[in-house]
């Protein structure tokens, strides 16, 4: 770690290009990054290792284009995060060199605590959040780098001055959710997540230090929230895409009760760590070497663990690994209601049959609920400022369609089952 920070600071020294670099990003074209703090970070390891964690996790599986990484959104993040600033500069908002370095290292770095596979591993193999595991991740490289990221990290945590910093991170209009929409639907194909990401940007300004739209700006604001919730159905929680996650979800479940019954399992080192380890949260903060340990995992491990497990002893973990890699996934009914009957005729015709047991029903049969919150109020609120000066909830603005018809929680259920039990009388 310490010859990182000696030679990246030494080629800043020499001048070396690596402090500043132009990058041609399919969303937004060229896009640059001058600081030399982003670059030494971009640089290193750990958020080197997003390259290799898919953004979508198994969206591929239904959208083929959906391959993009972690990378990659980070990068256009981070872009739209410096086109935000210097609009609120141009609007009189200040905001010092500091700070504007902070709070791009801030989102560059708001996703370097996710294992692969979006949350296939979160509280499943790994017991903390992806939050909790990016903070520390950039406690860390705050040391290597000699405080560079404390700002950063107090703009992360919203315990810095200035909270609009923090929303412009984290909110219901940030510049994650900002470019994942608008990359999501451009690798997907599905032109309904597209949004006018240019347009929000110029309406945005600060009032009382809180992050707000000017009023002109609603109506982008309106289609911004509504393809966000066309994304969660259409895309995120297909039900193609959300049994393909179960199934995944699945298979480490049980590599880890395998694991600890003593049952040997082909894995990468790390992987295999935390498999056969009772890892607790606090470890984390405890043993530096357990977060090295996550930090050398990524989507690799877990597909080359999968292609060996196929042929494992174990007729379930073989079964599931064999349903994903040659996409015969679960079969998925959703609906808006609880249907508990539908579950119980193919529980009892897979027992009689004898395709479910007592051991591999909750792998090969079980129910769910998912939700998606189009517009939460009281949650980082997206306030207007209207023209008389006042600043209101967007869904308090009249005639909304956010206020209208779509802000609150939807919850559909899920019934997922093998295919065999598609075709039992």
Request: glycine content about 6%; hydrophobic content about 40%.
């Amino acid at each position: 770690m310490l010859y990182d920070y000696l030679f990246l600071n030494f080629a800043a020294k020499l001048g070396n290009p690596l402090y500043g670099k132009i990058i041609n990003d399919p969303v937004y074209g060229f896009i640059r990054f001058s600081e030399r703090e982003l670059m030494q970070v971009i640089e290193h390891q750990w958020f080197q290792r997003l390259r290799r964690i898919k953004q979508m996790g198994m969206a591929q599986l239904v959208y083929p284009g959906a391959v993009h990484s972690r990378f990659h959104h980070s990068l256009g993040a981070t872009h739209l995060m410096g086109i935000a600033l210097n609009e609120l500069k141009r609007k009189g908002v200040a905001i010092s060199p500091e700070e504007e370095t902070g709070a791009k290292l801030a989102i560059l770095l708001h996703d370097v605590g996710h294992g692969p596979f979006s949350h296939a591993l979160e509280h499943n193999l790994i017991p903390v959040s992806h939050e909790s595991l990016s903070l520390q991740i950039m406690h860390n490289l705050n040391d290597i780098f000699r405080g560079n990221l404390d700002i950063a990290i107090k703009i992360f945590n919203n315990s810095y001055e200035k909270p609009f910093l923090h929303q412009l991170v984290s909110s219901q209009l940030d510049m994650d959710r900002m470019d994942y929409l608008n990359r999501d639907s451009f690798f997907s194909g599905v032109a309904e997540g597209t949004i006018g990401y240019d347009r929000i940007l110029q309406m945005i300004t600060v009032q009382d230090g809180n992050l707000v739209v000017e009023e002109k700006g609603i109506y982008s604001v309106e289609k911004f929230i509504i393809a966000r919730r066309l994304m969660y159905w259409q895309v995120y929680l297909h039900k193609t895409v959300l049994g393909a996650e179960r199934l995944i979800v699945n298979i480490l479940k049980r590599a880890k009760d395998l694991a600890e019954q003593g049952v040997a399992l082909f894995a990468t080192p790390s992987l295999s760590f935390f498999l056969y380890e009772q890892i607790k949260p606090e470890d984390f903060q405890t043993d530096p070497a357990i977060l090295e340990r996550f930090c050398a995992i990524d989507d690799a491990d877990i597909v080359c663990s999968i292609k060996e497990w196929m042929h494992h002893a174990d007729p379930i973990l073989s079964k599931m690994c064999t349903m994903l890699t040659n996409r015969q996934l679960y079969k998925v009914k959703l609906s808006n209601e609880s249907d508990p009957e539908s579950f119980e005729a193919l529980k009892q015709k897979g027992l009689a049959s004898g395709i479910l047991t007592e051991e591999n029903m909750p792998y090969f049969l079980f129910d769910g609920t998912t939700t998606n919150n189009t517009y939460q109020v009281n949650d980082d609120n997206i306030n207007i400022a209207l023209k008389n000066g006042t600043v209101v909830d967007i869904s308090a603005v009249n005639n909304t369609l956010i206020g209208n018809t779509v802000s609150g929680e939807i919850k559909k259920y899920f019934i997922c089952y093998i295919p065999e039990l598609k075709s039992v009388r």
